[in-house]
């Protein structure tokens, strides 16, 4: 039987509220297969902390988090702490410290979830971003001069280095790969940005050539925004950089239903250091403390964090269950026109992988 470390930063907001809930179902998950433990330590780090301490997390959290299999994330951000200041000190700092450089976001519309869409079907919206995830538009590269006077300037600088830009675009196709349909869409803005871009487009082609059995497409971004409402259907495998597939995911998370459904995996491919499973949704302090914050893409999380463990088998039992909850069309949360609240979706994924 396979033990596992899992770091848990349950984070901000509602974070705090779908992290516990995923864990029981990944507990739920280990006991029907017999094929794993896990061993869970949960960290107080985000905002309050902030507040109490002056920084997000320790100073010594990275050496603290390297000897987990993996982490656990739920959300950050809160108005009581500056935006930069939580994302920097905490999420991207683990992510960058971590090299984790691909960042996978599945967008999927569940049988029983009606999305804003017209006309579109599960199995009509089917696709992965792969983000790059540690470089471009967030690399934290410029700064601020003459603060406070009429000449202020703020600088700031997107890096794209070959060696960045190539892993992820190798990994992006070894995903497409695996895929059905082995279709991939590189997104960029190489037309108005000539530098960044065109280096990417050509790292592209050039990695292209090893990978012959997919199909490959350029899209600007803009055109793959319109895309995303008029054909997603379209679609199988894309990779953008940082900036561009932070906004896509949004979107692709919108037109599957709610950003509640989103999942996402912040990976280190070569598996030198841990890697951390996050929903897209944020904190959402507007509902925060209600019991109402949909609990599936935290629980999804678990799935994809098992999945890169080598847990195939309880992956997909947590993700047919929340198939099998969805598909049904009566416990549902609010934000997918339900009436469900965050414990009592849980209770019926729950049901569900124990009545596998």
């Known amino acids: 039987m396979q033990h596992y470390r899992i770091a848990v930063i349950p984070g901000d907001g509602i974070g705090q509220e779908v992290t516990p809930v995923g864990l029981e179902v990944l507990e739920a998950a ?32 990275l050496k603290t988090l390297e000897s987990f299999d993996a982490i656990y994330f739920g959300a950050v951000g809160f108005p009581t702490v500056p935006d930069h200041i939580t994302l920097w000190q905490l999420r991207l700092a683990i992510c960058q410290g971590f090299d984790q450089y691909a960042n996978v976001r599945p967008s999927l519309l569940l049988p029983g979830v009606s999305g804003p869409l017209k006309n579109k079907a599960p199995g009509d919206i089917d696709f992965v971003v792969v983000r790059e995830n540690t470089e471009g ?60 871009f065109t280096l990417w487009d050509e790292v592209f082609d050039e990695v292209a050539r090893d990978y012959a059995d997919v199909w490959t497409e350029r899209v600007l971004v803009d055109a793959m925004a319109a895309r995303f409402v008029l054909k997603p259907e379209s679609l199988d495998v894309l ?25 996402s995996g912040n990976l280190n491919p070569e598996r030198r250091y841990p890697s951390m499973f996050e929903p897209v949704h944020g904190s959402a302090p507007d509902i925060y403390g209600k019991g109402i914050a949909n609990p599936i893409a935290m629980i999804w999380c678990g799935a994809m964090m098992l999945e890169f463990l080598g847990q195939r088998e309880a992956a997909d039992l947590i993700v047919g269950a929340i198939h099998s909850v969805t598909s049904k069309g009566k416990v ?21 992988v124990r009545a596998h």
Request: hydrophobic letters at 40%; a neutral charge; proline letters at 4%.
């Open 30 to 61: 280990a006991q029907e297969t017999g094929s794993f433990q896990l061993e869970t330590e949960s960290f107080p780090w985000g905002s309050d902390y902030y507040l109490q301490h002056g920084q997000m997390m320790p100073d010594n959290a």
């Open 239 to 263: 990779v953008a950089s940082n900036l561009f597939a932070d906004i896509l995911t949004d979107l692709g998370g919108a037109i599957s239903g709610s950003l509640g459904m989103a999942p």
């Open 137 to 196: 538009e967030y690399s934290g590269a410029g700064g601020r001069v003459h603060r406070g006077l009429p000449l202020e300037m703020a600088v700031q600088t997107a890096i794209f280095t070959r060696a960045g830009v190539e892993r992820v675009i190798r990994f992006a196709f070894e995903l497409a790969r695996s895929r059905p349909r082995k279709r991939l869409a590189n997104v960029t803005k190489s037309n108005a940005q000539a530098h960044a």
């Open 332 to 352: 549902l949360t609010p934000d997918v026109g339900g009436r469900a609240n965050t414990r009592e979706v849980t209770d019926a994924i729950l049901s569900a």
